[in-house]
């Protein structure tokens, strides 16, 4: 930054120092010329009028006392009337001591009578006046002999002055007349000083006016240059960062991540990138609103900042995608803990000031050191790692490996097959019934989705149906789900079958739609089925979601009549006390706990538990993921109701499960005498 009072000061003190100087040794200079000029004359003319009133006799005097030796000078009876002369002549004047000099130099004459017989030929003065021209000079001393004895302390002028012969006007002699101009100098330094400090003050008071228009200056010009730096500190903020998030950029992450390679290349030191993607972020944003959409962003950025570490960086990359830069990695398990606390930081809500939301991550994770390594393909591995944990059922990390590449093409195809599956009517839906457990009665069966994909044959939901939802593609197919199982159970029931209910699977963006319960009523109007035949089966993670907007929207449901069951039961974290508001009608105790049921104590204490839940708030019971005869035993001691599981049967198309029943008159095997084979 400019120092311009700093330069502009010590400009103008060298300045008024130069002139300063250079005023006074001109003006003293000039003066000291007039002043000499002017005593010059005077002491000429006081020199000559003595020298005339003496006349020749006097020269002829100092001719011959020249060669004398000193003592004979001053004993010589011309030398007092002489001395008696000038003292006369020089009274009144400024002229305190009088010289004469011979021709050749000699003290011929002297007011102070130790300077009689001097030699000063050497002289300049001297010199110059011998070769007829005057000179002066001005000196100063400490004390000087003059006519009234020894005065101290004293400027004189000392004028040589040539004594022309009358006759032959030639140079006879050299006066010397010292004058003394103390007062004169002194008045001529008086002079000088105020004229000085007249010149200084008048430039200071300059200075100091001038000073404040630089300072002023100064001021503006610091002023715009730091708004400046400021507003260029801004474009470069705004440019590497997200406005919504605060959070750097992509921009400034694809720069860091060069960086970091780079020097991961030059060191041995390892790291890693991190791809988040907030699950289900998509559902909030379209159902909740733009705005509640950012503040989840922005509270989600604080989140995953507060669960890195210091050395790690946080990128926003638009959308609901996060990526950190993990620096300085010991192992791989230092990233997997970075992830694990992301995840754990968006177990609790989040609260969206008019609503509650909880949602997941999915983190897909590189790391550092692999052969013929880019930032590209770092970013690609992250990616591809994080779409892999979306796949294996969200909220979780997940390391890339080899094997991903590949499924990242597959992706990009199912998510362009998924756009087109509605309208080529790819999608089929298949059935698994639900069975009394102590009867073996059929008395539901659960609509499945399927995806006959053109090339790859038929795929499951699970491997589909997060496209479908973060596409938002999941509306369409939801519906046309409950339509076609609607049309289905309607057919069956027309067909003159005993009366079941057919139970559809409700996603989280289908259930946060406010057409939901419209659509379904609608559904039910165009089909001209009565809502006893129907079941939705909502998730309880659906549910604790945001647990106060799920009481409205099933009290909504409720209101068509229909049933609702909660899903996957235990795996969620519903608080018993939400569950009693829900208005339900059933649960589905989660498949993983009757896998292990018989080996397990827990999941046996858990099924247990919630069997007795169940009874205690009046709900149905369904196990679901039934598959051997210990497991039915198990539950059926404990009072569960419904049974579903491949001991049953698998999920299968409407006209295979109809022939099958029609069959064994409604009922699917139960006990151990008549265990029959699952339909494939
Ligand atoms: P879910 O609703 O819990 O469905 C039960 C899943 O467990 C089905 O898998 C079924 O085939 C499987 N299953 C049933 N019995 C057994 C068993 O004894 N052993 C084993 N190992 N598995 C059994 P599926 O059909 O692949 O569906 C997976 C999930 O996809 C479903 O879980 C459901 O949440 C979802 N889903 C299926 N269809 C739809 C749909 O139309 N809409 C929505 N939103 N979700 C659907
Ligand atoms: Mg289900
Ligand atoms: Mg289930």
Redesign the pocket.
Known sequence: MIKLRKSFSIASFIGIGVVTVALALWYRAIALDALIEQETRGNTALARSFANSIGDRFLTFVDHASTLPREAILSHTETAAIDSRVRRQMKGTDVVKVKVYGLNGVTAFSTDPYQIGEDKSYNEGFSRAKAGKSASELTYRNAVYSFEGIVADRDLLATYLPIYHSETNEVAAVFELYSDVTPLVRRLHRAQLQIISGVVTILVLLYAFLYTIVARAERIIHRQTREQEESADKIKHQAYHDSLTSLPNRTMFLERLDEAVKRAKRTTRSFGVMFIDLDRFKVVNDSLGHDAGDRLLAIAAKRIVASVRESDTVFRMGGDEFTVLLENLAADEDAALVARRIIQSFTLPIDLKRSEVTVSASIGIAVYPRDDLTPERLIKDADAAMYRAKDAGRNRYQFFTEDMNLSALERLELENGLRKALRKEEFFLVY?PKVAAETGIVVGM????RWRHPEQGVI???RF?SYLEDSGL?NPV?EW?IRRACLDVKQWIDEGLPPIRVS????SA?FRSEMLARNVAKILNDVGLNPRHLEL?L?ESLLVENPDAAVRALEDLKKLGLFVSI??FGTGYSSLNYLKQFPIDFLKID?SFIRDLINNEKDAAITSAITALAHSLNLGLVA????DLEQLEFLRSKGCQEI????IS??VPIEELKARLIKDGHRLILTRDRAEPVSA
């Open positions: 698994q659960e609509a499945l989705l499951p939901p699970d149906l999941i939801g789900v559809v699977n409700i996603s289908q089966e998730t899903d996957d498949r679901e993921g039934v598959e579903q599981g491949f001991l698998k999920p």
